[in-house]
Nanobody
Framework: QVQLVESGGGLVQAGGSLRLSCAAS????????MGWYRQAPGKQRELVAS???????NYAGSVKGRFTISRDDAKNTVYLQMNSLKPEDTAVYYC?????????WGQGSQVTVSS
């Protein structure tokens, strides 16, 4: 199993920035994919960004150019740098890890963007 602990959510004004962190209990270089989903009230959970162990990244169209995902395998941590935040980015953000056929989730971090 992999335990994921998130930090960094909060309240920010539109146009501002936040950085989410997700620390894994397993060595992250062993984890195939790490990334972030989000779920806004009344909406389905959607993929925000992902980062493979090989270095490939993928972004939702709505965040491309504003958000950046990165991994620090020395710290077993994945980050999501969120810039130019919009009210529609308001959601609970969940870190995830795909590892040995299983998917593991962080506890969720509330991100609220005020207009």
């Amino acid at each position: 199993q992999v335990q994921l602990v998130e930090s960094g959510g909060g309240l920010v004004q539109a146009g501002g920035s936040l950085r989410l962190s997700c620390a894994a209990s397993e060595r992250s270089f062993n984890i195939n994919v790490m990334g972030w989903y989000r779920q806004a009230p009344g909406k389905q959970r959607e993929l925000v960004a992902s980062h493979t162990s090989g270095g490939s990244t993928n972004y939702a169209g709505s965040v491309k150019g504003r958000f950046t995902i990165s991994r620090d395998d020395a710290k077993n941590t994945v980050y999501l740098q969120m810039n130019s935040l919009k009210p529609e980015d308001t959601a609970v953000y969940y870190c995830y890890a795909a590892y040995l056929g299983g998917t593991y989730w962080g506890q969720g971090s509330q991100v609220t963007v005020s207009s």
